[in-house]
């Protein structure tokens, strides 16, 4: 009886700890694979996102590209965000949130408020910005002109006066495919703000 009890106990504690096990083994599978949250710090998205803004990132897309030997190359336009390739020797901001405005091989022109790209396609340049409608007519700082690397992305923030954006026109520089976490999904919270992207 003495055995059975302890048995009994023995067999009730492994499937707590089994339980406790599974659970967080799912829980790096989910967030190292399949969706991460973020925070939003800082002005440099607003007007589409702002400091305290809670955001799901989706990371299948990166996940199954990976998986196929490939690196993943978002949509133009499209909210995402990356490991700050300059974290180690910045020390903040470990993961930031941008827009994407160009892809490798392409030429980024900003200059008198205005961004253009050029590319194949496009020999006279194009306003990445018309393709969103949270950037048209915006107004933009700076004075660039670069060739996006192999393998890289040009970024911006949304808020491109002055210095309100560290991105891909000002220090920053361009980021790497494989530093990308994912396209943003949902905006979380606020609740009131809820939205997908």
Known sequence: MESEKKQSFIKDVA???LFFVLVFLGYLFINGFVFRSFNVEGPSMEQTLYSG??????????SFTHLTGNAYLP??????????????????????????????????????GKVTVYNNSHPQGFDPNALTK??????????????????????????RQDNFSFDSRNGLGT???????????????PFQDFRGF
């Open 15 to 17: 499937g707590i700890v």
């Open 53 to 62: 803004d809670k955001l799901i990132v989706n990371k299948l897309p990166v």
């Open 75 to 112: 949509a133009r336009g499209q909210v995402i965000v990356f490991k700050n390739p300059s974290y180690a020797l910045m020390g903040r901001d470990e993961y930031i949130v941008k827009r994407v405005v160009a892809f490798p091989g392409e030429k980024v022109v900003v200059l008198k």
């Open 134 to 159: 949270d950037q048209e007519g915006a107004p933009v700082s700076g004075d660039v002109e670069r060739t996006v690397a192999k393998n890289e992305i040009f970024v911006m923030g949304d808020h």
């Open 175 to 189: 980021i790497p495919l494989n530093d990308i976490v994912g396209p943003v999904g949902l905006r979380i919270f």
